[in-house]
Structure formats: structure tokens, C-alpha cells
């Protein structure tokens, strides 16, 4: 049985959710006002931090495997 993602839709996911997550990380800062979500702050910002790596990782390992190829 093959797994049905490919690594390019993973970056592709990974991507999407690291932008999303930024986004909502900077609307939620305390700069923009008060607001009335329960979302740990911090940990939002880790999370896309942390998956915003993932996707630049992905990015490296696409682009070696691109030199190895050649």
C-alpha cells in the first residue's frame, strides 16, 4: 500500500499551516488590542514557529535531493 501524500504536498501543507499559523499568531499579539480568545500566545507562536522550520527543512531536503540527482 503507498502512502497517498507525496513530499511535495507535505511541504505544500506545511507551508499553508506555518503562513496561517503566523498570521493568526501576529493578529492575536497584544498590539493589536484586546481580544477575547483563549489561545495560549505563546504556544501559538512556537507552534508556527516550529512548523514554519519544518517547512524550511522540507525545502532543504527537496533541494538536495535536486543537486543529488544531477
Not at 507562536?45 to 525545502?59: P, Q, T
Amino acid at each position: 500500500m503507498q502512502f497517498p501524500l507525496t513530499f511535495w504536498d507535505l511541504s505544500l501543507w506545511l507551508a499553508i499551516i506555518s503562513i496561517i499559523l503566523l498570521v493568526t499568531a501576529e493578529l492575536v499579539s497584544p498590539y493589536y488590542g484586546q481580544t477575547n480568545l483563549l489561545i495560549n500566545k505563546k504556544r501559538l507562536r512556537r507552534v508556527a514557529l516550529a512548523m514554519g522550520v519544518l517547512f524550511l527543512i522540507s525545502v532543504a531536503i527537496r533541494i538536495v535531493s535536486m543537486i543529488t540527482t544531477l
